[in-house]
């Protein structure tokens, strides 16, 4: 449907302001941009909605945490956000061919692009996520990498280019179109990377810090319709804008002949991996997403009225 005259302008304002941002990105160094959008979401994220949602998540995710330690969480996981979005512009500095990303287990990247054969790269929104694409490219490893199309469509040209600056050019959209491009490139040989740690209202209810959450199989479905595995990666910011990607022991799944009981497991398996990266490193997630159900929010407000 063709967008009313109103509607694209405001589409195109918003791309101006894009283009600005961009500009102003680009004039400067990695880690001075880095640091400035750090500053600005330690400032202005917990005066938003949102701050309630991150502390909410802190007292699902570890119920005894002193307060102090949550107040210290919240700020540097904003100071993270700040981050990644200023980083945005400049990913194309950001890569391992910038000196800015150092990979460890690159050998089983390049195992992968030598064989021939497909797998599924699987991660969550850890540091900045955006280097995990950048790194496969940089391997060489034909890859399908997944996004939601940005509502404006001047912005989500200017996405697509912005990520063929640093070689990924291959997206799927996700629905029925993008569901169709996946199983075609994975029987050409091509892995796909998806993010699997998004809350997802008809997948598996599976674990997550001792509570139910639902999680999207597609990642699980796919390794196993194609016979192959998870392959699990993370991202650790080391420094300002730079930045270590681990590719982990891959997941392989289990084939009992009960799909159901197979999907459930590799789901489950998914999750434990998010989980331990995130005690690892729990600044560096992406606390300002509904992970759980309604339910479990209603009752941790029910469990303590006093710290809303």
């Given at each position: 449907?063709?967008?009313?005259?109103?509607?694209?302008?405001?589409?195109?304002?918003?791309?101006?302001?894009?283009?600005?941002?961009?500009?102003?990105?680009?004039?400067?160094?990695?880690?001075?941009?880095?640091?400035?959008?750090?500053?600005?979401?330690?400032?202005?994220?917990?005066?938003?909605?949102?701050?309630?949602?991150?502390?909410?998540?802190?007292?699902?995710?570890?119920?005894?945490?002193?307060?102090?330690?949550?107040?210290?969480?919240?700020?540097?996981?904003?100071?993270?956000?700040?981050?990644?979005?200023?980083?945005?512009?400049?990913?194309?500095?950001?890569?391992?061919?910038?000196?800015?990303?150092?990979?460890?287990?690159?050998?089983?990247?390049?195992?992968?692009?030598?064989?021939?054969?497909?797998?599924?790269?699987?991660?969550?929104?850890?540091?900045?996520?955006?280097?995990?694409?950048?790194?496969?490219?940089?391997?060489?490893?034909?890859?399908?990498?997944?996004?939601?199309?940005?509502?404006?469509?001047?912005?989500?040209?200017?996405?697509?280019?912005?990520?063929?600056?640093?070689?990924?050019?291959?997206?799927?959209?996700?629905?029925?179109?993008?569901?169709?491009?996946?199983?075609?490139?994975?029987?050409?040989g091509e892995s796909v990377a998806l993010m699997n740690d998004q809350k997802f209202n008809n997948g598996v209810a599976a674990p997550f810090f001792g509570r139910p959450a639902h999680t999207a199989?597609?990642?699980?479905?796919?390794?196993?319709?194609?016979?192959?595995?998870?392959?699990?990666?993370?991202?650790?910011?080391?420094?300002?804008?730079?930045?270590?990607?681990?590719?982990?022991?891959?997941?392989?799944?289990?084939?009992?002949?009960?799909?159901?009981?197979?999907?459930?497991?590799?789901?489950?398996?998914?999750?434990?991996?998010?989980?331990?990266?995130?005690?690892?490193?729990?600044?560096?997630?992406?606390?300002?997403?509904?992970?759980?159900?309604?339910?479990?929010?209603?009752?941790?407000?029910?469990?303590?009225?006093?710290?809303?």
């Amino acid at each position: 449907m063709k967008p009313s005259i109103t509607q694209d302008l405001a589409w195109r304002l918003e791309a101006f302001g894009f283009d600005l941002f961009t500009a102003l990105a680009r004039a400067f160094p990695p880690d001075a941009v880095s640091a400035f959008g750090g500053r600005l979401l330690r400032t202005i994220g917990p005066l938003t909605g949102t701050h309630r949602l991150a502390e909410r998540n802190l007292r699902l995710a570890f119920p005894d945490m002193p307060r102090a330690e949550r107040e210290r969480l919240l700020a540097a996981q904003w100071d993270n956000v700040g981050r990644v979005f200023a980083e945005f512009p400049i990913m194309d500095r950001l890569t391992p061919a910038s000196g800015r990303v150092e990979v460890i287990g690159v050998e089983r990247l390049h195992a992968i692009r030598d064989s021939g054969a497909p797998v599924v790269f699987v991660s969550g929104h850890l540091s900045n996520w955006e280097v995990m694409p950048a790194t496969i490219v940089w391997a060489g490893v034909p890859c399908q990498m997944t996004y939601r199309a940005a509502n404006n469509p001047y912005v989500d040209e200017r996405i697509r280019k912005s990520r063929a600056r640093y070689g990924v050019q291959l997206f799927a959209p996700k629905g029925g179109d993008g569901s169709r491009e996946i199983l075609e490139g994975m029987s050409r040989g091509e892995s796909v990377a998806l993010m699997n740690d998004q809350k997802f209202n008809n997948g598996v209810a599976a674990p997550f810090f001792g509570r139910p959450a639902h999680t999207a199989p597609g990642p699980t479905r796919l390794a196993l319709r194609f016979d192959t595995v998870l392959q699990p990666m993370s991202v650790q910011r080391t420094r300002g804008a730079r930045f270590r990607v681990v590719v982990h022991e891959p997941i392989v799944l289990e084939k009992t002949g009960d799909r159901t009981r197979d999907l459930e497991a590799g789901v489950r398996q998914v999750n434990a991996f998010m989980e331990e990266r995130v005690r690892e490193r729990p600044e560096e997630w992406f606390w300002v997403h509904k992970r759980w159900a309604n339910e479990a929010y209603a009752a941790l407000d029910a469990e303590a009225p006093a710290e809303r």
